[in-house]
């Protein structure tokens, strides 16, 4: 675990990592060999965190959930920490692991709630865990405080359990996307994830790259490199596409079932290959489809 920084150190750290990130940007060195997998492959829709946050949402939703991530091969349902152990259940010997968020989708819930959310989370049998970063803290470049609550809360899930920091992109500049994913890794968690899709606009393209740049520029320090989970808004074959070879390599979104109805059309039509963006079509979920945050 790395040693305990003030928020001036941690200031010189993150700007020593985002000079260099700005300049590979600049120089269009972008994220690691980023690649979409084969449309209608498994290992396409492995990169689907097929999602179910709606308040609102009734429990038989997350049956249907359940059920549409085993016949599509998802990697996990997220769901929020009263629906892991159903989930669970559900989804027994289907390879789909069960995501909880955690401190959403404010990020704002002090380190205490976290803890019991990850508690809860961890003994109803959650593989992995979406946890929302205190973004106000971040902007605020109170860098000790928040990385001593994501260093004790990877201490209380360690690995195997993936870690993923939501870091809410649509509130924050490049630099504090920047200063985020430096105390993530630091904090030594898994993946680095752009949005709740309760606040603002969701994953953009230009996020994932300089995310997954900087992901890259850390781990040229030595650590593991994490990954990058783009989420919120993502509703298209399309725009699935978009963000996997933007580098992330793992989306979470609502539209999952839509976005694998339109990968098994491509495969249908022989196309079962890699699809560069600029030649997916522009196709939209219709009114009629069904969509989770639809509900
Ligand atoms: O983490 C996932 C997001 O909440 C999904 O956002 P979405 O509902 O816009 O697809």
Sequence with gaps: MTTRYTNDEWDSIILETEGEVLYRVASKQHASAAQCPPIGSEAFTKTIDHTLLKLEAKQSQFDDLCAE??????????VRAQYVQQCVADLKGSGVRVACVIGFHEGTYDLYHKSQETKQALAAGAAELDIVINYPQLQKKSYASIYTELAALRSQAPHPTTLKLILETSQLDASQIIA???LAAAANFDFVKTST???????TEENVRLMATCCDVLAAGGRARMQVKASG???????AVRMLEAGASRLGTSAGVWIAK?????VAEGNGRVVEAGEVREERPGLSTRLFTDY
């Design 180 to 182: 985020g994913c430096a």
């Design 69 to 78: 991530a085993r016949v599509d091969r998802f990697a996990t349902v997220c």
């Design 233 to 239: 808004g993502i509703r298209t074959l399309g725009d």
């Design 262 to 266: 339109e990968a098994k059309e491509r």
């Design 197 to 203: 899709g309760f606040n603002g606009a969701g994953a």
